[in-house]
């Protein structure tokens, strides 16, 4: 090849390079941490509420233990559910990206946050996490893009979720609580007459040293003002203030019914580490207007302060909720698994469970992988790049995005900038919207005249779950109909063959062995130990399971594989596995446990019927690369 050539290649290939790279380079996210979280959330809030959609995006630990333990396209939405609810349980969330935008024609108006996180036990009270699970291959790509974990881990912003919040407070109580006193019932006893009288002769002593004009400079000046300091004790912000100890709830009662006797008093519950109370702290006002704005304004504001701390980012999961705008994800089970987890509450034990209780806090979800597959002939298409390219040919989508700017400062721009998937997410929803014609209104909620081409696309978390059309031969891309469906009834493990034998080569071994195989089937393995068999003919995995029972067959690779131990088992026993969480490391070692050592399924009788038909699939997921 001439160096003239080779320098054309070269060139031809950094150009295209660069064309890639330059949405990044002009994508500038507003990274977040700890230090400047205040900061950027009353920013965040203000955009929610201006926008008409918010997209999310998140970067984990992990996201399974093992092939077979990610969601597959033969997983029924429970199984599905199932593996997901465990990933989430199991690992963490290390960033959260949110970008509030606004569709107005072809112009896409965006404001990209990415928030990082650690789940830091800010209280001492063990949440949000003692531990969590790490996949290497996620931390290896995290380190690849230049992921400081450092940052993460000493300035990453921490949270609890509602339940665990309610948790915290019940536990460990306000740090400082405005208690109203209450008359009490009970009959003063002569330990708590002893107290009272005590108490009340401590308090009006030193309100009176904090109503004494200061005594005029002398000899003994500096002996006068550290008696006064001892006698006047702590400072509540400018105002004088006292503490006094109690050790119970009755002490506590008593106190606050005698300080109604002082009017320019207000007193503070201070709880001990066990969530008791261990002092009441009395605070000196100077007139009924500072009294006033002691509790009316600057308690009320320290609370909060203090509910923000406890909270963390979760401010910012709240604030989407309350906006109820639709929110854009990719892979919405995964996603949205892992925000009710971890922001939410616990994750319920079913499906429909979950989708009721996510729909309280985000009404209307769109998956970004589901508005792919609406595209007409896109249901069919052979693999995303063919996609991708029949969607630049066929649709013209002039796209203009823009970041409007956020006070990047010069450390911001020089760093690795991460959470592009969140833009990614917004470019390719707004490019669907074009396509299918969806038309979102301005500054729009769930409960306003939401387009209902849009809305009856929301909240659907099965993305293998598409309806059927013709194939279609179109622009020179092959086509293919790669998803059928089919009835879990005719699906079958089967495992316990030789290791490293391929899908093709049991495929081949098994075909004419039996009647059963002699009508149309397929093989795919799930792992290096377990494979499926997914039969065509109806009550074919019935006479297959009779076969390796019984042993009745003639000659031939099959006897041979059932002399050496294959065993196979229905598609109900794999969704009994997942419901139960038989987390093996292979499916066989799973399959095997869950015959030879039946665990009581407890949940079996209580949880919802499953559907009982999948849709056979071929397709890949969404690389947001390519979008």
């Given at each position: 090849m001439s160096r003239f050539l080779q320098r054309r290649l070269l060139c031809s290939r950094s150009s295209s390079n660069s064309n890639k790279s330059s949405n990044q380079q002009q994508w500038k996210v507003k990274q977040v941490t700890r230090s400047n979280f205040s900061e950027a959330l009353e920013g965040i809030k203000r955009h929610i509420q201006d926008s008409d959609f918010i997209a999310v995006s998140s970067q984990k630990s992990g996201a399974f233990s093992a092939p077979w333990r990610r969601v597959l396209s033969f997983d029924t939405p429970e199984t599905a559910y199932c593996k997901a609810k465990d990933a989430a349980e199991k690992f963490q969330l290390f960033q959260f990206a949110v970008c509030p935008f606004t569709i107005k024609n072809s112009k896409v108006i965006a404001f990209p946050y990415n928030f990082h996180l650690f789940p830091r036990d800010e209280l001492n009270i063990g949440m949000p996490s003692y531990s969590f699970s790490c996949q290497t291959s996620y931390l290896t790509s995290m380190a690849r893009e230049g992921f400081d974990f450092n940052v993460c881990i000493y300035d990453g912003i921490s949270y609890l979720s509602r339940v665990q919040e309610s948790s915290a407070k019940e536990r460990i109580g306000s740090p400082i609580s405005r208690i109203h006193p209450v008359k009490s019932s009970l009959t003063p006893s002569v330990a708590d007459s002893v107290f009272l009288e005590r108490t009340r002769s401590r308090v009006r002593h030193w309100m009176n040293a904090c109503k004494d004009p200061i005594p005029?400079?002398?000899?003994?000046?500096?002996?006068?003002?550290?008696?006064?300091?001892?006698?006047?004790?702590?400072?509540?912000?400018?105002r004088p203030c006292m503490s006094i100890d109690v050790?119970?709830?009755?002490?506590?009662?008593?106190?606050?019914?005698?300080?109604?006797?002082?009017?320019?008093?207000?007193?503070l519950i201070i709880p001990d580490k066990s969530g008791g109370p261990g002092a009441v702290r009395v605070v000196l006002t100077s007139s009924e207007e500072d009294k006033k704005l002691l509790e009316v304004r600057e308690l009320e504001n320290l609370e909060e302060e203090e509910n923000k701390r406890v909270r963390g980012f979760r401010e910012v999961i709240d604030a989407i909720s309350v906006s109820q705008k639709p929110i854009v994800a990719y892979n919405c089970l995964t996603e949205f698994t892992f925000i009710h987890s971890k922001f939410l509450a616990s994750l319920p034990q079913s499906m429909s469970e979950f989708m009721c209780s996510l729909r309280f806090a985000f009404p209307c979800i769109l998956d970004v992988n589901y508005l792919l597959k609406e595209i007409g002939p896109l249901k069919k298409a052979k693999n995303l790049p063919a996609a991708m390219s029949y969607l630049k040919r066929q649709f013209f989508m002039p796209l203009d995005m823009e970041l409007p700017h956020q006070g990047f400062s010069e450390q911001e721009h020089e760093r690795m900038n991460h959470g592009h998937n969140v833009l990614r997410i917004t470019q390719s929803f707004a490019k669907f919207c074009l396509i299918l014609k969806v038309t979102p209104g301005t500054n729009q909620t769930v409960n306003d005249d939401l387009d209902n081409s849009l809305e009856s696309y929301s909240n659907n978390f099965n993305p293998f779950c598409t309806s059927l059309q013709e194939s279609i031969d179109a622009e020179g891309i092959v086509w293919m109909d790669n998803t059928r469906k089919v009835s879990t009834e005719d699906l079958a493990f089967l495992w316990?063959?030789?290791?490293?034998?391929?899908?093709?080569?049991?495929?081949?071994?098994?075909?004419g062995s039996h009647d059963v195989f002699s009508e149309d089937f397929e093989v795919r393995l799930v792992d290096k130990s377990c494979a499926i068999v997914v039969f065509w003919t109806p009550g074919s995995v019935e006479v297959l399971l009779n076969v390796l029972g019984s042993g009745a067959v003639g000659s031939g690779g099959l006897k041979e594989m059932i002399s050496e131990g294959l065993r196979g088992a229905g598609y109900e026993l794999y969704k009994r596995i997942c419901r139960l969480g038989l987390w093996e490391s292979n499916l066989a070692e799973s399959l095997d446990r869950a015959l030879e050592e039946p665990i009581p399924d407890v949940l079996g009788a209580n949880s919802t019927k499953d559907l009982s038909e999948i849709y056979w699939s071929n397709d890949s997921v969404i690389n947001l690369e390519d979008l």
């Open positions: 005029m400079k002398g000899t003994d000046d500096a002996l006068v003002k550290s008696l006064r300091k001892l006698i006047l004790g702590e400072m509540y912000g400018s050790c119970s709830e009755r002490q506590v009662e008593l106190v606050l019914e005698m300080l109604i006797e002082f009017s320019d008093l207000i007193p316990g063959f030789r290791s490293g034998m391929s899908a093709a080569v049991l495929k081949s071994i098994f075909r």
